[in-house]
């Protein structure tokens, strides 16, 4: 057993003095007093490591982009050891064939865990294999398609699923994609994309809302539903980001949206912290019609530590967030730093606050709206018990599973 001591984040005690033992990737025990193999005292804190349920890793299809190996890479060092995909891959993740392609492209190139979102179509709660499919979740988009075609979509899922339904949640009579002068306009097209969606959603405890941007749609949730919220929805606004590459949907807001959502963030009316990690090369960036989506899964959690060590948020509500939250919706027993529960961690030294340096990062999207922002990144992440990434330099060659299956 490798006995790590040192300070350790237990849930609902905060960071306590203690030894944790970890066997077979699992946390074997936790307690003050441990023998083992190996000692390993590490200095700083032993936080729970993330659980990023929204990213796009784009393989297979978009390669040039990310791929499982870049974009777990990518995870890993900025202490995520487990994601989900979104199925708008090359082909979209719709049924069994194109499911057991991505989870095997995974299984062979992915240094994280990970679940796999499947794309709601028409007729999708047909299909003999909707119950038995080990999907993470369903996941609508309202691109292409009709409102009524969306909602009537909406309806049949959350009538039969037991899983969560993933809503990008944009009215589709609003998702034209117009030529854009500044960024400014995307945002102006998009105004209550979300609060007609959102007003127009029946409530259900398995409705997901994803990546929560305006004021208006806070106060429009259905009151079972969830909902998450991205960093670049929290922390970046019409007035301090203005370049284009900043396109993404939802578009962001105003700095009033910003506060309002943060304030929600941290009373845990929205309780999960994702990325949409949506890379995309910055010459697709800065074409004449450049797509949305921005990369993030390396830089959410430094981000949202460098937010702790600033007073701005409670480092008990980022564990949740990021961590026990995501697991628990995804109903994942992990996101812990308890007995029994998978050795998913990470050491963090909170003084350790330094620019992002896009030489630092791994995605293949090689731009963040983030660069020189303050951050602290881990330096020790650990998935199942195994290093995987040290001070930002990838040490394992073992590779992730479906969590699902
Ligand atoms: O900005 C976005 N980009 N929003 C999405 O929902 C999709 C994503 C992508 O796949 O690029
Ligand atoms: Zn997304």
């Given at each position: 057993m490798d006995v790590f001591e040192g300070k350790v984040w237990i849930s609902n005690k905060g960071l306590t003095e203690t030894s944790v033992g970890v066997e077979n990737g699992k946390i074997q025990a936790v307690k003050k007093n441990l023998k083992g193999e190996q000692k390993i005292k590490f200095e700083g804190i032993m936080l729970p490591s993330a659980l990023d349920m929204h990213v796009h890793f784009r393989d297979p299809g978009y390669p040039h982009k990310e791929d499982?190996?870049?974009?777990?890479?990518?995870?890993?060092?900025?202490?995520?050891?487990?994601?989900?995909?979104?199925?708008?891959?090359?082909?979209?993740?719709?049924?069994?064939?194109?499911?057991?392609?991505?989870?095997?492209?995974?299984?062979?190139?992915?240094?994280?865990?990970?679940?796999?979102?499947?794309?709601?179509?028409?007729?999708?709660?047909?299909?003999?294999?909707?119950?038995?499919?080990?999907?993470?979740?369903?996941?609508?988009?309202?691109?292409?398609?009709?409102?009524?075609?969306?909602?009537?979509?909406?309806?049949?899922?959350?009538?039969?699923?037991?899983?969560?339904l993933v809503i990008h949640c944009?009215?589709?009579?609003?998702?034209?994609?117009?030529?854009?002068?500044?960024?400014?306009?995307?945002?102006?097209?998009?105004?209550?994309?979300?609060?007609?969606?959102?007003?127009?959603?029946?409530?259900?405890?398995?409705?997901?809302?994803?990546h929560l941007s305006t004021k208006e749609g806070l106060n429009n949730m259905p009151s079972l539903a969830t909902s998450e919220v991205c960093p670049h929805h929290l922390l970046l606004n019409l007035d301090n980001c203005h370049s284009l590459d900043c396109k993404v949907d939802?578009?962001?807001?105003?700095?009033?949206?910003?506060?309002?959502?943060?304030?929600?963030?941290?009373?845990?009316?929205?309780?999960?912290?994702?990325?949409?990690?949506?890379?995309?090369?910055?010459?697709?960036?800065?074409?004449?019609?450049?797509?949305?989506?921005?990369?993030?899964?390396?830089?959410?959690?430094?981000?949202m530590l460098n937010e702790v060590s600033e007073g701005r948020l409670e480092m008990q509500r980022l564990v949740n967030a990021m961590s026990e939250s995501p697991a628990s919706r995804l109903g994942l027993d992990r996101g812990r730093i308890s007995e029994g529960l998978t050795a998913d961690f990470m050491i963090v030294d909170m003084k350790n606050s330094k620019p992002i340096d896009l030489d630092c990062l791994h995605s293949k999207a090689n731009w963040t709206p983030f660069e020189n922002w303050s951050a602290i990144f881990p330096s020790k992440v650990y998935r199942r018990g195994e290093l995987i990434a040290d001070d930002g330099e990838i040490t394992s060659k073992s590779k992730g599973h479906n969590l699902f299956s």
């Open positions: 499982w190996k870049s974009g777990s890479e990518s995870a890993a060092c900025g202490g995520v050891t487990a994601v989900v995909d979104m199925p708008n891959t090359n082909p979209f993740t719709s049924d069994v064939s194109t499911f057991n392609k991505k989870e095997s492209i995974a299984s062979s190139r992915s240094i994280v865990d990970f679940g796999i979102g499947v794309n709601v179509e028409e007729g999708l709660t047909n299909e003999e294999w909707f119950d038995t499919i080990p999907s993470a979740f369903w996941k609508l988009y309202p691109y292409g398609i009709s409102s009524e075609q969306y909602f009537s979509n909406a309806r049949e899922v959350l009538g039969k699923t037991k899983k969560p944009e009215h589709p009579d609003h998702m034209h994609n117009e030529p854009l002068n500044e960024l400014a306009d995307h945002t102006k097209n998009r105004h209550n994309a979300e609060s007609e969606c959102l007003s127009s959603m029946p409530s259900s405890p398995n409705l997901h809302v994803a939802p578009p962001l807001r105003t700095h009033n949206d910003n506060h309002t959502l943060y304030n929600a963030f941290r009373d845990g009316r929205i309780p999960i912290l994702a990325s949409d990690h949506a890379p995309h090369t910055i010459s697709e960036k800065r074409s004449d019609n450049p797509p949305s989506g921005l990369p993030g899964v390396e830089t959410m959690i430094p981000l």
